[in-house]
C-alpha cells in the first residue's frame, strides 16, 4: 500500500469513527439447503461493533430505478480493519436489523469504494429484515 492510499483509508476510518453510528454487524456462513424442512439457514460466524455512515437515499437515485423501498438505509463502513460484507451479513442500527439488498448498481450486493487499488469504503443497501 503506498502512502497515498494509506492516508485515505485512514482518513475514512477516522472520519466514519467521529461522525458514524453505532452498528453490530453479524456474519454468517454461506447458507445451506435443508432438504428435510425446504428452507436455507446459515450458522453466526462472528459478531463485530463498528462504526458507520447511515443514511436515507436521496430522490435522485430512487429515479434510477434500484428498486429502492420505504425504510432502505444506505449504509457506508470504512474498509481498513473491515473485510468486505457478504450477501448473508446483518447490520444493526438503532434496533432495527438490515439485511444487504443486491439491487446497487451492477447488481453487486456491496459497492467498493477505492483510493488507489485499495478498499476505502464498502457501501451497502440496507433493508429492515
Known amino acids: 500500500m503506498s502512502a497515498f492510499e494509506d492516508r ?3 482518513t475514512a476510518l477516522k ?3 467521529k461522525y458514524g453510528k453505532t452498528v453490530i454487524v453479524k456474519r454468517y456462513a454461506d447458507p445451506v439447503y435443508d432438504t428435510a424442512t425446504g428452507t436455507y439457514s446459515a450458522a453466526l460466524t462472528d459478531t463485530q461493533t463498528i462504526k458507520a455512515l447511515v443514511s436515507d437515499f436521496n430522490s435522485a437515485i430512487n429515479r434510477v430505478g434500484l428498486g429502492l423501498k420505504s425504510g432502505d438505509k444506505q449504509i457506508t463502513v470504512a474498509a481498513k480493519n473491515f ?3 457478504d450477501i448473508a451479513d446483518t447490520f444493526s442500527v438503532d434496533g432495527d436489523v438490515y ?3 443486491p439491487v446497487s448498481e451492477g447488481g453487486l450486493e456491496v459497492q467498493t469504494v477505492f483510493a488507489g487499488e ?3 469504503l464498502y457501501k451497502i443497501h440496507g433493508r429492515i429484515s
Do not use: F, L, Q
Open 8 to 10: 485515505i483509508t485512514a
Open 15 to 17: 472520519s466514519i469513527a
Open 83 to 85: 473485510s468486505k460484507p
Open 99 to 101: 439485511t444487504i439488498v
Open 118 to 120: 485499495v478498499p476505502a
